[in-house]
């Protein structure tokens, strides 16, 4: 079976749009749900429902596979899950080590979902000498200073990063220099990386504080109508004062609904 680090997929040399490739995981993941119900032709209208887009926006995206459907028909489950599928690079083999095996690390290590996408992680990398040898999801940690070693025995070209802040970029430098040309970053950090490299960014704090955002603006609009309410009636009620303050106290004063980064 070919490794990663001598096939790279084919949506770059195809031209299709970043955006267009950011939505692909999304079809992917409707469609094997489909087909493990064993429905046989999809409408693009329920299939955009599924992913989450609009059906005109999918339509798009999938003239860029060449795949158009059957008018009256819609589209062949299984013919899509492996057009994207290859588009993706998900029909080979990509080997992957995670970098920094601490709660968040050993979490992914033992998620269940990698093997079924295309990815069989080949190590699992700890900077602490206590780690080494420990079982985590069935592999033994290995210590850091074999990383560079680790990386050329096992072809690997996808790292993944989940040490703290301060650890991130020198493990970075280090991925590159052996020979990975994509990571995915779960420090909470910037990574700088040369031209040639691909970094994808994962911070679930930045996510929560944008939903905490959503919360404190409905939160408002609910509090405006109920004091619009209350004035029809003739009782005025304050709206809630302007700026995200949520009027709560803490010892050092007001406490900020979303707290900065």
Known sequence: MATGRTHRPATRSRGIPEATVARLPLYLRALTALSERSVPTVSSEELAAAAGVNSAKLRKDFSYLGSYGTRGVGYDVEYLVYQISRELGLTQDWPVVIVGIGNLGAALANYGGFASRGFRVAALIDADPA???TPVAGIAVQHADELERIIEDNGVSIGVIST?????????????????????????TVLSVPDGVDVRKVDLSIELQILA???????????????????????????????GSTGRKGPDGEVPAVMPA
């Open 131 to 133: 780690m080494a040898g």
């Open 213 to 243: 955002f959503h919360e404190q603006r409905k939160a408002g609009e609910e509090a405006a109508q109920a004091a619009r309410i209350e004035e029809g009636d003739g009782v005025a009620v304050p709206a809630p004062p302007r700026g």
């Open 164 to 188: 703290p802040a301060a650890a991130a970029q020198p493990v970075c430098d280090r991925l590159v220099a052996a020979g990975v040309t994509s990571i995915l970053n779960f420090a909470p």
